[in-house]
């Protein structure tokens, strides 16, 4: 492709897309039920003449669900949903090697993150693909005369379904919402399995940690924080969960995990990791108490999670120590290490969630869009989740590609659970 014959593109270095393309066709192979969707769409072309904005990670796995999109009719423009997370390799190769419009760049200030939403607003899409509800916020804010055309939007994360459904209860949401993170297929695999190792992953990468014998705090028991916490545990880590909501706190400490409070656990913790959606988890009060040596990470959405403001200004000096972690020297000699500058550690310090998990993600996606312009005319301005037959049927295809079978039940066994006339 010339120059000239490429689509619209903000992104870093197109000499990386031969390496970019490499690294798609890797995750690609674990990514069975996206490939069998794929395959479908381009028979079908079931988004035959449909603008989609994109605004996700853009990494492996995102190709391969874009590639999917694509091959069924879509013209997608990508952006990045975290100026940290971006793999340029990929940008290129999406740009270079199969004309996808993308505007990303690793380490994207955040004006230009935002141009770069801009770019993909100005795009029109008919659909929006969303993690974090960025791109629905500024069209909402900036563009509402693209409104009447947006058919519907899909949302990837817990954190955007949270905005979302406040938009909606404010009656501010313009249009139908597929809330991704909702289906089971998607938030018992992705947030559990997927948060829980590429988190771990990230603080490795960025710092060659020993696990094993830490003091690991985890704040938030959702099913982030439940797989992160299992698997610490599985490497040999003290694991210290806090909570705010008492059922969670419950089941963390069934689940054999100490709970205790932020301010408690402090005092001992050796690596924390915040997994809340929510801001300020880890503030001023806290930095006080901290043991010298600390290091603090995020694996929630956004970078609130940890006051780094504060520590900013608190500190009497910080230094770069590393590729992904920052020392801050407190005023009473303690140093503290803060890892991605609190953004997610798993993507800016890793490369994200396995393409296994996201498989079921994506197909999450791709269906979810599908399912989106079959029912435009029926849906309301509000966050739906996806019907059950599609996430099960995801859950039949990855095992089907697992070459796992499960029984079926025999009629008799139906018909005594459509009953109730048998008892003791
Ligand atoms: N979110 C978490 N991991 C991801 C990945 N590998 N690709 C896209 N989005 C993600």
């Known amino acids: 492709m010339t120059k000239a014959e490429l689509p619209p ?35 079908e072309k079931p988004l035959a003449g449909i603008r989609i904005g994109a605004c996700l990670h853009v990494t492996t796995e995102t190709a391969n669900l874009i590639l999917a999109l694509q ?17 340029d390799d990929v940008a290129a190769a999406l740009v270079t090697k199969h004309h996808v419009s993308v505007f990303a760049k690793n380490n994207e200030d955040n004006e230009t993150y935002y141009n770069h939403i801009k770019a993909t607003v100005d795009h029109q899409p008919h659909i929006t693909m969303d993690d974090g509800a960025d791109l629905v916020a500024t069209i909402h804010r900036e563009k509402r005369e693209l409104l009447p055309q947006i058919i519907g939007g899909t949302e990837e ?65 959702g099913w982030c924080g439940r797989g992160l916490a299992t698997r610490a545990r599985g490497m040999g880590a003290k694991v210290i969960v806090t909570e705010i909501d008492h059922l969670r706190a419950l089941e963390a400490t069934m689940d054999g995990f100490e709970v205790q409070t932020m301010e408690h656990a402090a005092k001992t913790g050796d690596i924390f990791i915040t997994a809340t959606g929510n801001r300020d988890v880890i503030g001023p009060d806290i930095f006080k108490l901290l043991k010298n040596g600390a290091m603090l990470a995020n694996s929630g959405h956004f ?63 791709a269906l979810g869009i599908e399912w989106l312009l ?23 295809m990855k095992l089907n590609a697992m ?18 006339e048998g008892g003791t």
């Open 303 to 365: 970078d609130n999670e940890i006051d780094v403001k504060n520590l900013e200004e608190t500190s009497e000096g910080k230094r770069q120590i590393r590729g992904s972690v920052t020392q801050y020297n407190l005023n009473d000699g303690r140093k503290i290490y803060l890892l991605s500058e609190g953004r997610l550690v798993n993507l800016a310090a890793a490369e994200g969630h396995p393409a296994s998990v996201m498989d079921m993600s994506f197909a999450n996606q």
């Open 71 to 87: 091959d069924g009719g879509a013209e997608v423009r990508l952006c990045a949903s975290n100026p940290l997370s971006t793999q």
């Open 403 to 420: 070459d796992i079978s499960i029984d079926t039940l025999t009629d008799i066994q139906e018909r005594y659970l459509a009953s109730w």
């Open 157 to 221: 994360t817990t954190t955007g379904v949270i905005r979302l459904k406040a938009m909606a209860a404010e009656n501010a949401l313009e249009y139908p919402i597929a809330a991704v993170n909702e289906s089971d297929t998607k938030h018992l695999f992705d947030n559990r399995y997927g948060t829980g190792q590429s988190t771990l992953d990230g603080i490795i990468r960025a710092t060659n940690v020993l696990l094993s014998g830490k003091t690991v705090v985890v704040a938030g028991y």
């Open 374 to 396: 079959e029912n435009a005319s029926n849906l309301k301005k509000i966050v739906y989740t996806l019907p059950h037959e599609i996430d099960h049927e995801i859950a039949r």
């Open 9 to 43: 593109y903000d992104v870093n270095n197109l000499e990386l897309a031969e390496v970019g393309e490499q690294r798609i066709a890797w995750a690609e192979r674990e990514m069975p039920v996206l490939r069998q969707i794929r395959e479908r769409f381009s028979e």
